[in-house]
Structures are given as C-alpha cells and as structure tokens.
C-alpha cells in the first residue's frame, strides 16, 4: 500500500485561485511551501503585503513544528465553510466548491470556525468520533492563514489585519 503524502497528484483551485498540490512528507513543509509562500508571494506582488509581515510569517515559519502536532494526512473538503454546506431537497447534507487535497485534518476544522462556524454538535460529534490532539483551539488561527491570505488575494487588503493579528499572536517581533 502506498503511502499517502501531503498534497494531491494533480494542482486544483481555491476559488478562482491556483492551488499548488505538489505532494510532500512533511506537514510543515507543505503547509509553508505549498500554502502559505504561494500566498505570501501573491499578496507581496499586489503591495498587500510589507516586508515586515512577511518577516512575521518567517519568524512564524521556524516555530511550527513545535506548535502543530504531526498527524497522517488526511483527505480534505479544502475550502469548508458554513457557506459551502447546504442541506439537499430531501434534507441530505452537502459539501459544495471542494478544493481537495490530503493534509493535517486540522485544516478544515479551523476553517469551518473562520466564517460562523458550524453547530457545536458537528464539533462534538467529530471529536467523539476522532479526538483532536489538546490546544486545537489556540492552533485554529495558524491554520487559517492560509484561507485568510485567500481572501486577501481574492478580494483585497481588508483581511490583511486578521492576518497580522494572527502573526502577532504567535510571532517574537
């Protein structure tokens, strides 16, 4: 059986934006390579971001390992919010606008808190199912940086204070 690696075989979209896939063994690397330094390079190209933030995000870059616990990958929704779930007409759940790939499983936790959240029985119900690693709490910011830099992409400067609140919180100046 082959082993399964940070990633996908083929490059996708989050949004209208390109979503690089290229696969990877390690989480952190894959999570900075793959998600955030794609991103970060949007978004300095555009003047959105300054020097000094991408300097946070850096000084972020060498903390991760000790932050997030590693896990196997999982198969992910990739863009999971309370606007991409819908109920069908005969009240079935569905996930739309999917931008899978295979990662750390805490990302589309974090990001189903980003815009509203889901009802805490979606939480309990996962957890009991599949116990998250202590601290997922104070880890779902981190996580959603990527889905934050997205939007700053995708619609301009007005997520770049969630950005930087998120980089203060973790980040030595």
Not at 155 to 169: A, D, E, N, P, T
Request: aromatic letters at 12%; proline letters at 3%; charged letters at 20%.
């Amino acid at each position: 059986m082959e082993e399964i690696s940070f990633g996908l075989d083929h490059d996708n979209y989050i949004g209208s934006l390109p979503q690089s896939n290229h696969q990877h063994t390690s989480w952190v690397e894959f999570f900075i390579e793959e998600r955030l330094e794609k991103q970060i390079a949007l978004a300095k190209n555009s003047g959105a971001l300054n020097n000094s933030t991408i300097q946070q995000f850096n000084n972020l870059f060498k903390r991760l390992k000790e932050i997030i616990p590693e896990e196997k990958p999982s198969l992910l929704h990739g863009d999971l919010w309370n606007g991409n779930y819908m109920l069908a007409a005969d009240g079935c759940a569905c996930l739309i606008d999917a931008a899978v790939y295979y990662d750390h499983r805490e990302m589309d936790l974090a990001m189903t808190r980003l815009f509203g959240g889901f009802p805490e029985e979606f939480y309990e119900s996962y957890h009991e199912t599949f116990p998250l690693s202590s601290g997922f709490e104070e880890r779902v910011d981190i996580h959603n940086l990527y889905p934050l830099l997205v939007h700053v992409n995708l619609f301009g400067g007005s997520y770049i204070s969630q950005v930087k609140s998120v980089l203060s919180r973790f980040c030595i100046q």
